[in-house]
């Protein structure tokens, strides 16, 4: 049997009971680690599971499934994914190689940021489509997102934004080279997020465009959801440029139109009140 | 210490390691019981939770969270939810009296059914604004989640559609006579919200409107998420209409404009494959 096991948010005691019971029973354990991280150390949930876990990277879950499937029919494994494994990072690929040689799966779900996010008092009813903000390059930025945003907007929705992961990556030049040396981990913090859709603002701006949100657009910003220093800051977009989140991860909410309930919420992770009120009527 | 703890969706052992230590160490802990079921019994709770259980219905939680809160400053309560705390139903109300009367809360997550649905194959980015279906009454047929569907679909978006429960609900004649009285509980299946959604379409088809779906759109029906025997189907809104599910709860899926993955994981949930081919070409 393959078992795909949530993991939750953050902390090792975060997994199920359903999920720990299982994970400690398998015969093989994989992590996967490439699109989120734990705050936890390997060798920790090593003890914890009282199991070896192997690290999985992209290059293992994408191209190498077959060794994490090797014997699924008879042997128990594990692939433990971060968050839901069904939330957002998806693994249907890799279902649909186990439902291909016949090997029975089974998930076991947990806490996704994708929803944990209602922490912050938004209503997850009144969010739209997700987006996904990438890490700009010096000769590909892409601006897709904002539209995205923007259509979310024009139905007074909230928009869920998820920041850029780049884990075990190549330079350009080490990938041409053929060396398998890699970059440093890199999260996208709300403030770098909150800078690159200012100047997609300002570049909107420059064009005459009608703007679906601007420097004053209410916003939250959220890191290390479900951790016990978890932080979550509402303000102006141009506000959380330069507010303090600290270690990843984090995500950031354009928030569209406001129910009093709502913002009587966000008033809590407010830095300044009186910018809530003030955006919220505005918004209304 | 106020505590939101998430239960996940099924199983008694779908709580965190982290959520049951909590429970198990609160001088009180109350079960939320109004717009969710857990398949578990409340005396099987308690018997795993070694504490006493006190059900929360509505008036519990909505007009009564002083009862909840007592002296929650100096003793730990819990409040258990279905799913995740801020999922389907949000518990914002509540922790901003908690935060009025300076009580210190912590949200332990959990999984969700508004990610938990992910299990079908639908990428989660690919779904808009969340509806509810409501039951119809004699005097009270509202059509409004059409439209909400239609505005996603029109985007090529998915919809995931939660189904009305009903619970400790007084028939019109009891309320009138202040009788305590309630209706047995009843919870929406996918082929009553396939139907009521098909005399939508009949409505505006006869009215001349342009459709946004028909009883030949794919869709996907959900059933006990989670749950050892959760049911999967794909099929044309019309299919599901008589498409057996069993047990509450169930979940309705509009699917949108499909990714040629989706597709493959929506065919292991067919009743018959050719279906879904046919209609994702149609909605490609």
Known sequence: MLYLV??????????????????????????EAYTSILGVEKNKLEEYYERDVLLADRDLVEQGAEEILHNAETEDVA???????????????????????????????????????????LQLYNFGETVSIVF???????????????????????????LDIKVKEQSIENLARGRKI??????????QAAEQLLEIVSNRRSRGQTLAFTENTLCVGLARVAANDQKIISGTLSALTS???????????????VHPLEVDMLKLFAETKEDIETYAELIG
């Open 182 to 191: 890699y970059e440093p981990p890199r999260y996208m913090s709300v403030n």
């Open 6 to 31: 949530g993991l939750g948010l953050y902390d090792i005691t975060d997994i199920t009971v359903r999920g720990l019971n299982i994970v400690k029973s398998c015969n093989r354990v994989y992590l």
């Open 243 to 257: 507010a303090n989140f600290g270690a990843p991860l984090h995500s950031l909410i354009v928030v569209g139109k």
């Open 79 to 121: 692939l433990l994914v971060v968050g839901d494994p069904f939330g957002a990072t998806t693994h249907t690929d890799f279902i649909l190689r186990a439902a291909e040689k016949g090997i029975p799966y089974q998930v076991i779900h947990n806490a996704s940021i994708m929803t944990a996010i209602g922490c912050c008092g």
């Open 136 to 162: 700009w390059t010096e000769t590909w930025r892409p601006e897709s997102y904002y539209d995205k945003i923007a259509a979310n907007r024009d139905r007074g929705m909230h928009t869920l934004c998820l």
